[in-house]
């Protein structure tokens, strides 16, 4: 019987917070501690595409945390099912390896309806009042229900948003626990987001972000033990990576806003009279992603296309315009992706912002709501609790991520226990999902 393999997948964590994390280091001189060469785009859903994967967006279709449906002029931020990744993962490869491995994946987040043997992941219901309810799919089906009566509903507000904090990894924990028990999985993948909240909202390095990585240590503190009592008689692996590093910022972009004074985006007025893109007619618009942008341009009309890169270009905090081929360079020339893709520099990054004057702004941009927002907003980070309202001042973040420079490299992390491969130094993401399939070969 083959040992079983857990890979945590940490956003934010760095090489320097295994000072302050005890557990965790005491865990890791027991294996080795390497490097992490990201890839872009280094922000959810593509890192985790590429890991799961072994390829680039350029080849799996996964270009940011949402896409554009051109055919239907239709944004889709958060929601979408596995069925959006175009290559096999890495549950599809170990069957193929062996039928009898059984997978887990819990909490990646375009694991729904995957073909791993056991999932969990929020979904929540949305109700036509715009109001949800909490759930998650989980697979087997029932298993949510047998959750749910041990540790009642995932705490999908302590996921994502003001009052995000550890409860939500917990709870991940807890349910991976659960399932180990339950159905003793050969290769188990837990994605554990807590420090990702902190970081974004006061930087990497402040007292707040320090404070988190303290309290991911503890939860890890009890976590592996269980897990390792589960399988006491099969020696675990463990793999512990950040799923990207998080730098600090001081400065912020809209895009949007600059093809808008060039006369390139189009609003409408909504009901209340407050503007919206107007997706259907606009030459162009950016969907903006921590520190990247995806330019969908009307038709891909080469004029329009010229004439965005070039008012693109001169923007301040974008380091780079890519137009046409240029994406291949960064993995990013996809049928999904934008005609161009913007690069921030490294201490800045995009905010979707469209409207001159915030009287005009639409109702949810004050919101917590990561579906009808055309690109991700952390300022909803900082949500007035009293009036339930986000402040409309993109420069109040302090870390951003999707770029890679040569410090943040430096600071990523990829440590294994009780693996049979040694590290050399560092590894690329993309040899990740090959990495693991050595592991059980």
């Given at each position: 019987?083959?040992?079983?393999?857990?890979?945590?997948?940490?956003?934010?964590?760095?090489?320097?917070?295994?000072?302050?994390?005890?557990?965790?280091?005491?865990?890791?001189?027991?294996?080795e501690v390497g490097g992490l060469q990201h890839s872009?785009?280094?922000?959810?859903?593509?890192?985790?595409?590429?890991?799961?994967?072994?390829?680039?967006?350029?080849?799996?279709?996964v270009?940011?945390?949402?896409?554009?449906?051109?055919?239907?002029?239709?944004?889709?931020?958060?929601?979408?099912?596995?069925?959006?990744?175009q290559r096999p993962q890495i549950w599809d490869r170990l069957k193929e390896l062996d039928p009898a491995l059984r997978s887990a994946a819990w909490f990646p987040m375009l694991s729904k309806k995957c073909d791993a043997d056991y999932v969990s992941m929020p979904a929540p219901i949305h109700k036509p009042d715009g109001s949800e309810e909490l759930w998650c799919y989980t697979k087997?089906?029932?298993f949510y229900g047998d959750l749910l009566a041990t540790l009642g509903h995932f705490p999908l507000q302590h996921f994502w948003g003001p009052i995000a904090n550890i409860k939500s990894s917990t709870w991940i924990c807890q349910s991976a626990k659960i399932a180990a028990e339950r159905f003793l999985p050969d290769f188990f993948y837990v994605y554990l987001p807590h420090l990702d909240y902190a970081a974004q909202?006061?930087?990497?390095?402040?007292?707040?972000?320090?404070?988190?990585?303290?309290?991911?240590?503890?939860?890890?503190?009890?976590?592996?033990?269980?897990?390792?009592?589960?399988?006491?008689?099969?020696?675990?692996?463990?793999?512990?990576?950040?799923?990207?590093?998080?730098s600090s910022v001081d400065h912020v972009t809209y895009p949007n806003r600059v093809l808008r004074e060039a006369g390139l985006l189009h609003v409408r007025l909504d009901d209340e009279g407050r503007e919206l893109i107007d997706f259907e007619n606009t030459p162009a618009w950016v969907l903006v992603d921590h520190q990247l942008g995806h330019v969908f341009v009307k038709d891909?009309?080469?004029?329009?296309?010229?004439?965005?890169?070039?008012?693109?270009?001169?923007?301040?905090?974008?380091?780079?315009?890519?137009?046409?081929?240029?994406?291949?360079?960064?993995?990013v020339d996809h049928e999904r992706s934008g005609d161009l893709v913007l690069i921030s520099t490294p201490n800045s990054w995009q905010a979707y912002y469209w409207w001159l004057d915030d009287q005009l702004a639409p109702t949810f941009a004050k919101t917590v709501d990561i579906h009808r927002k055309p690109g991700y907003d952390p300022v909803e980070l900082f949500i007035d609790m009293p009036t339930k309202s986000i402040p409309l001042d993109a420069t109040l973040i302090k870390g951003s991520h999707g770029i890679v420079t040569p410090e943040n490299a430096a600071q990523a992390v990829f440590?294994?226990?009780?693996?049979?491969?040694?590290?050399?130094?560092?590894?690329?993401?993309?040899?990740?999902?090959?990495?693991?399939?050595?592991?059980?070969?």
């Open positions: 019987m083959k040992s079983p393999l857990f890979m945590l997948t940490i956003p934010g964590l760095r090489l320097k917070d295994l000072q302050h994390m005890p557990f965790t280091s005491s865990h890791l001189e027991r294996g872009f785009p280094s922000v959810t859903w593509p890192a985790q595409t590429t890991m799961l994967t072994g390829t680039l967006p350029q080849e799996h279709g270009i940011a945390n949402g896409f554009f449906w051109r055919d239907s002029n239709r944004v889709e931020m958060w929601t979408a099912p596995n069925s959006v990744i087997p089906q029932e909202k006061s930087g990497p390095d402040s007292p707040a972000a320090i404070k988190a990585v303290s309290e991911l240590d503890q939860l890890l503190s009890e976590f592996i033990p269980q897990i390792e009592a589960v399988y006491a008689d099969r020696d675990s692996k463990w793999v512990i990576l950040s799923e990207y590093v998080i891909r009309n080469s004029e329009t296309i010229s004439a965005a890169a070039a008012v693109l270009r001169n923007v301040p905090g974008i380091d780079r315009v890519l137009v046409g081929d240029e994406r291949r360079e960064f993995g440590a294994t226990v009780g693996c049979r491969q040694k590290l050399n130094d560092r590894i690329q993401d993309t040899a990740i999902c090959d990495w693991v399939l050595r592991e059980f070969q």
